[in-house]
């Protein structure tokens, strides 16, 4: 990576604890298409996004990312928010123009296009039950709702939490239905969905389970975890010992950033090339 005066800079602004994979995926894509561009990834408390986005503003940065807890905070830190972006609740792109700032959300498309490319599944009159009410839940059933799933089942462990996405479905022509994340209730209603998805943060150290067994999946179904470190978790491993067709977050993770990437940069993005360098950053795969 070369850079110089001349060089377009986006950038990730994250918590402390960011670990992220990004950076190899967008520097990949700059490189393949010849942009003299860099992405960089910052640490920035929670307290001061405010001022990082105006110093962004004045030091140039064409665009940036957001990771949690700033993708939500940002919603009142922007001159404009996408309607699909309020819709979902949360910012994880930002377009940075000299007079204003715009802020995008491409997690709800990244996912949809992670299940058409692993599941070959569209979403419109399927039933999907999402796990977990935080950013990541609430846009992933705020999407399903947005293309036409016929219903949507959100699962928490703090119930009070699913009911801002409760209210957005109801504009939507999807029916709606809340439940605790326990197995009793999960085990109610799992043989009616067609797609599982994790959205809560259990599985991401080894041995995080969420208790439901091998009994509660069937071939037909799908079950995605959005979490793709481990790239097999407690959860996918027991749907595929059921027969269930599973995928991990790699993808999701990627189309969202490609997303982000056409939004800044108006060019088409080289998914191979993002792919292979995320595969690379993550797993250590050379292939
Ligand atoms: P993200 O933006 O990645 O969704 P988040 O907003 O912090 O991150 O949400 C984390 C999700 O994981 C929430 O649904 C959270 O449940 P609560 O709303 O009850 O906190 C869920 N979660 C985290 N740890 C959990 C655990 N040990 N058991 C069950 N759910 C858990």
Same mark, same amino acid.
């Given at each position: 990576?070369?850079?110089?005066?001349?060089?377009?800079?986006?950038?990730?602004?994250?918590?402390?604890?960011?670990?992220?994979?990004?950076?190899?995926?967008?520097?990949?894509?700059?490189?393949?298409?010849?942009?003299?561009?860099?992405?960089?990834?910052?640490?920035?408390?929670?307290?001061?996004?405010?001022?990082?986005?105006?110093?962004?503003?004045?030091?140039?940065?064409?665009?940036?990312?957001?990771?949690?807890?700033?993708?939500?905070?940002?919603?009142?830190?922007?001159?404009?928010?996408?309607?699909?972006?309020?819709?979902?609740?949360?910012?994880?792109?930002?377009?940075?123009?000299?007079?204003?700032?715009?802020?995008?959300?491409?997690?709800?498309?990244?996912?949809?296009?992670?299940?058409?490319?692993?599941?070959?599944?569209?979403?419109?009159?399927?039933?999907?039950?999402?796990?977990?009410?935080?950013?990541?839940?609430?846009?992933?059933?705020?999407?399903? @709702?947005?293309?036409?799933? =016929? !219903? *949507?089942?959100?699962?928490?462990?703090? /119930?009070?939490?699913?009911?801002?996405? #409760?209210? +957005?479905?109801?504009?939507?022509?999807?029916?709606?239905?809340?439940?605790?994340?326990?197995?009793?209730?999960?085990?109610?209603?799992?043989?009616?969905?067609?797609?599982?998805?994790?959205?809560?943060?259990?599985?991401?150290?080894?041995?995080?389970?969420?208790?439901?067994?091998?009994?509660?999946?069937?071939?037909?179904?799908?079950?995605?975890?959005?979490?793709?470190?481990?790239?097999?978790?407690?959860?996918?491993?027991? @749907?595929?010992?059921?027969? =269930? !067709? *599973?995928?991990?977050?790699?993808?999701? /993770?990627?189309?969202?950033?490609?997303? #982000?990437? +056409?939004?800044?940069?108006?060019?088409?993005?080289?998914?191979?090339?993002?792919?292979?360098?995320?595969?690379?950053?993550?797993?250590?795969?050379?292939?």
């Amino acid at each position: 990576m070369h850079i110089d005066g001349l060089t377009t800079i986006v950038g990730v602004f994250g918590a402390p604890i960011m670990h992220t994979a990004s950076p190899a995926m967008h520097n990949a894509a700059f490189e393949a298409l010849g942009m003299n561009w860099v992405y960089l990834a910052f640490h920035v408390d929670p307290q001061h996004l405010r001022t990082a986005l105006q110093g962004a503003r004045e030091m140039g940065l064409v665009g940036l990312n957001l990771t949690v807890p700033h993708k939500i905070l940002a919603l009142d830190c922007l001159d404009e928010i996408d309607p699909e972006a309020r819709k979902v609740g949360a910012v994880n792109t930002i377009v940075i123009e000299k007079d204003k700032t715009r802020g995008f959300n491409t997690d709800g498309s990244g996912f949809l296009k992670a299940v058409k490319e692993d599941f070959n599944l569209s979403i419109k009159g399927k039933r999907v039950l999402v796990l977990g009410a935080g950013g990541a839940g609430r846009g992933i059933a705020v999407k399903c @709702a947005l293309d036409g799933a =016929a !219903k *949507v089942f959100v699962a928490n462990r703090t /119930l009070a939490k699913i009911e801002p996405i #409760a209210r +957005e479905i109801a504009s939507t022509k999807s029916e709606f239905q809340s439940l605790a994340l326990t197995v009793d209730a999960i085990q109610k209603v799992i043989h009616e969905v067609d797609l599982v998805v994790n959205a809560t943060s259990v599985g991401l150290k080894e041995g995080d389970s969420l208790g439901l067994g091998a009994e509660l999946f069937s071939p037909r179904q799908h079950v995605y975890d959005t979490i793709y470190r481990p790239a097999e978790t407690q959860l996918l491993q027991v @749907a595929e010992s059921a027969g =269930a !067709k *599973v995928a991990n977050g790699l993808s999701m /993770l990627l189309h969202q950033g490609a997303r #982000a990437f +056409e939004i800044w940069t108006k060019r088409k993005a080289p998914l191979a090339v993002m792919r292979r360098a995320l595969r690379a950053a993550i797993y250590g795969d050379k292939s």
